[in-house]
């Protein structure tokens, strides 16, 4: 699967695979830990948590999005996020999940990856659309690229972006 743009920062995709349960175990962890953090747990039990979380989420999208692709980012060979893509609708690719380490956060790879989708999305004449939670940074981001918020659920807004 080809995105364009990516090899200009580094980045390419790959089908993630059951050795990238740890990793993505990891991941998860650092996009959750400091909604965490007002909770008095010790931070094992936050872990414990956070993995059980993960295995739900995981079985959830396994399911409700069976046909996706579940895809890790990698920058320089080594594992630095995922990209979640949904594509059973005619007319939009749905974003299920994104995310990056934190190390990898803030240097314009967020960017770079939308991109990449985006240009998917205009070769094929659909949309992009992603739920977001209300307070989740990078909406800022989103708005920047020209998505705008198309519905709510609960505690989420589905925002979408369409070619000019």
Not at 46 to 66: D, E, G, I, S, T
Request: with cysteine; hydrophobic share 45%.
């Amino acid at each position: 699967m080809a995105f364009e743009g990516l090899d200009l920062a580094g980045l390419s995709f790959r089908p993630e695979t059951p050795a990238d349960a740890g990793f993505i175990q990891q991941l998860y962890a650092e996009m959750r830990w400091q909604e965490l953090a007002q909770v008095g747990w010790p931070d094992e039990h936050k872990l414990l948590f956070l993995a059980q979380q993960c295995a739900a989420q995981r079985q959830h999208y396994a399911r409700a999005y069976y046909d996706a692709d579940f895809l890790v980012i990698e920058r320089a060979a080594a594992a630095i996020g995922r990209l979640y893509l949904y594509r059973g609708a005619p007319q939009d690719i749905r974003i299920i999940d994104i995310g990056l380490l934190l190390a990898q956060r803030n240097q314009g790879l967020g960017r770079h990856i939308l991109e990449a989708v985006f240009a998917e999305a205009r070769a094929s004449g659909r949309s992009v659309s992603i739920h977001v939670e209300i307070f989740n940074p990078a909406r800022r981001l989103y708005d920047r690229l020209g998505f705008v918020e198309t519905g709510e659920h609960g505690p989420y807004r589905l925002m979408q972006w369409r070619a000019d």
